[in-house]
């Protein structure tokens, strides 16, 4: 009978290690960590020099734009049956999967993303470079925008079969009503800032992450200033909606929408979690 071999103290020790070691990766994106990611990401976006924010939100002011022109092409040639809406709003989700796997400014994003780093130290000069780079990269989102509805209006870089769903769609979405935008506005932005919280963990389903729930807010009916802000300029460089409605009845209630449901409701909630973790790591 063979003799039972013991472990030294030495491999104990190597397992044990081991253990711990598998213990901490499965533990690797705790709640804790989460927010240190996205934090860390915050400081980061608000270090960047104001040229690099203005191009990356131009850049992604233009290309939030496919989620317009994804969905218009899907109305426009599947048949027209009671599906056809669940599966047209699959288009609007290209956008943002361009706009957040490419990296680039979106102002809805920022509603989590630089509020994180200011609930851990919150002054007078951390408000102001969050305000800043809000300032900069929705003003950058919304020249996109335009840019990118110019391009749809006045080339034929657009099929003429699919302009009318896209003025179908952006007049659906402009004309809510103030009351109906703000409200709808609301769970926009609690969606993006929860996409943002989730994508540390997704690793290699982001891309499904990020297509699950951007359908979700155009199968809901919710409305986003970004993607919202290319229907609005669609109708307003064609000459049928004018600045005032555009501002007032649709731009300033989905703005103050999304901030609430990005910031107010989603951040405050996400650092309710982790704020005793923090301090106690901070300790």
Not at 3 to 11: E, K, S
Not at 109 to 127: A, G, S
Request: aromatic share 8%; net charge negative; with cysteine.
């Amino acid at each position: 009978m063979a003799p039972l071999i013991q472990r030294g103290p030495q491999a104990k020790d190597t397992e044990e290690q081991a253990e711990e070691q598998s213990l901490q990766e499965a533990a690797a994106l705790s709640p804790r960590l989460i927010y240190e990611v996205i934090r860390r990401e915050g400081e980061e976006e608000l270090a960047r020099s104001k040229r690099s924010l203005i191009w990356s939100g131009i850049a992604a002011g233009m290309l939030i734009s496919l989620s317009v022109l994804g969905e218009a092409i899907l109305r426009t040639y599947l048949p027209d049956t009671p599906s056809r809406y669940l599966i047209e709003n699959l288009g609007y989700s290209l956008g943002f999967l361009a706009v957040i796997m490419g990296r680039m400014q979106l102002f809805t994003e920022n509603t989590i993303t630089t509020v994180l780093p200011i609930m851990r130290e919150c002054t007078v000069f951390t408000v102001g470079a969050m305000l800043r780079l809000w300032a900069i990269v929705l003003g950058a989102n919304v020249i996109g925008a335009f840019l990118a509805a110019l391009l749809f209006v006045y080339t034929p870089s657009i099929p003429d079969e699919i302009m009318p769903a896209i003025l179908s769609l952006s007049e659906h979405a402009t004309g809510m009503g103030a009351g109906d935008s703000f409200w709808r506005a609301i769970p926009a932005g609690i969606i993006v800032a929860l996409i943002v919280w989730m994508l540390p963990q997704a690793d290699e389903n982001a891309f499904l992450l990020i297509l699950t729930f951007t359908w979700l807010i155009a199968a809901g009916d919710f409305t986003h200033i970004v993607a919202g802000s290319v229907e609005m300029a669609v109708l307003m460089v064609k000459g049928q909606l004018a600045a005032g409605p555009a501002i007032f009845s649709f731009f300033l209630p989905v703005l103050a929408g999304n901030i609430i449901g990005g910031t107010v409701i989603f951040t405050l909630v996400a650092w309710g979690q982790v704020r005793d973790d923090v301090a106690e790591h901070d300790a």
